[in-house]
């Protein structure tokens, strides 16, 4: 009970996302390396982006063959989460953590040759390897695809990584409502390595008391995250050592988003 009692005294963020904010390719990447994400509007062209992503295309997409692996980013073709139900001790409740989620892992190659995904690796990479410029970020990166339909038990607020891997999240519908369970980010959280540490080895020991990950943040209030509202033709770039996740969807809603996963091996 503890991790909770530290969580609800904690103070809501003193930003917003206008904070971390730009339309500008030169400013994006000092913002991305000193807060750990960047909000870029308007960056592609929406029209271009959504139009490779018809419903017979996301269909096909769905009813493609899985690949499974023992390793995330060997795995292909959609997974659909929230199968088995997880217990949440401070809820003290079960929940099929992830629900409505499906993730199409490793778009194929021949799908994404389109000048638009072109587009997006070029200035994605551009801005992480200016902000990054000792690490190889170049030739590591491929595309996943995440739908979200009425995802209202979603994993709560985590990190993918202890390691400064990327994920840029471009989305295919716009979100304007916390209801709609927006993607949300917690600025500067990567900078904080006392708690990286003290999560991870309280989630390892004492197992988390928000879910099952060992990255799940269990000392970090939601009041901490910022919400991000956006629309086709934005792009979200963030690392994955940031406290980040959904908050649940409050009413019926679909949304998708095209994932660039950028790793440095």
């Given at each position: 009970?503890?991790?909770?009692?530290?969580?609800?005294?904690?103070?809501?963020?003193?930003?917003?996302?206008?904070?971390?904010?730009?339309?500008?390719?030169?400013?994006?990447?000092?913002?991305?390396?000193?807060?750990?994400?960047?909000?870029?509007?308007?960056?592609?062209?929406?029209?271009?982006?959504?139009?490779?992503?018809?419903?017979?295309?996301?269909?096909?997409?769905?009813?493609?063959?899985?690949?499974?692996?023992?390793?995330?980013?060997?795995?292909?073709?959609?997974?659909?989460?929230?199968?088995?139900?997880?217990?949440?001790?401070?809820?003290?409740?079960?929940?099929?953590?992830?629900?409505?989620?499906?993730?199409i892992h490793h778009l194929d190659q021949k799908f994404i040759e389109n000048e638009i995904f072109g587009d997006?690796?070029?200035?994605?990479?551009?801005?992480?390897?200016?902000?990054?410029?000792?690490?190889?970020?170049?030739?590591?990166?491929?595309?996943?695809?995440?739908?979200?339909?009425?995802?209202?038990?979603?994993?709560?607020?985590?990190?993918?990584?202890?390691?400064?891997?990327?994920?840029?999240?471009?989305?295919?519908?716009?979100?304007?409502?916390?209801?709609?369970?927006?993607?949300?980010?917690?600025?500067?959280?990567?900078?904080?390595?006392?708690?990286?540490?003290?999560?991870?080895?309280?989630?390892?020991?004492?197992?988390?008391?928000?879910?099952?990950?060992?990255?799940?943040?269990?000392?970090?209030?939601?009041?901490?995250?910022?919400?991000?509202?956006?629309?086709?033709?934005?792009?979200?770039?963030?690392?994955?050592?940031?406290?980040?996740?959904?908050?649940?969807?409050?009413?019926?809603?679909?949304?998708?988003?095209?994932?660039?996963?950028?790793?440095?091996?």
């Amino acid at each position: 009970m503890y991790r909770s009692w530290i969580r609800d005294r904690q103070l809501a963020s003193k930003y917003n996302l206008i904070d971390f904010s730009t339309n500008s390719f030169e400013k994006a990447p000092k913002i991305l390396r000193n807060s750990g994400f960047v909000f870029l509007n308007g960056a592609i062209d929406k029209n271009k982006i959504i139009s490779q992503f018809s419903e017979k295309i996301i269909k096909q997409l769905v009813q493609s063959p899985f690949i499974s692996s023992n390793s995330y980013i060997d795995l292909k073709g959609p997974c659909k989460r929230g199968k088995i139900q997880t217990y949440i001790k401070y809820k003290n409740e079960f929940n099929y953590i992830d629900k409505g989620i499906i993730d199409i892992h490793h778009l194929d190659q021949k799908f994404i040759e389109n000048e638009i995904f072109g587009d997006i690796v070029n200035i994605c990479i551009g801005i992480i390897s200016k902000s990054f410029p000792n690490l190889n970020f170049k030739n590591n990166y491929y595309f996943n695809l995440y739908l979200y339909d009425n995802v209202s038990t979603p994993r709560c607020f985590h990190r993918d990584s202890l390691r400064n891997r990327i994920k840029c999240f471009i989305p295919l519908g716009k979100v304007s409502e916390i209801e709609e369970g927006p993607l949300a980010i917690y600025p500067y959280s990567h900078k904080n390595i006392f708690n990286k540490f003290v999560e991870y080895f309280s989630n390892k020991f004492l197992k988390s008391d928000m879910g099952d990950g060992v990255l799940d943040a269990c000392f970090t209030s939601y009041k901490k995250l910022i919400p991000i509202y956006y629309s086709p033709g934005d792009i979200v770039i963030s690392r994955q050592d940031c406290i980040h996740g959904d908050f649940p969807a409050r009413i019926p809603f679909k949304r998708s988003t095209l994932v660039l996963n950028v790793f440095n091996y």
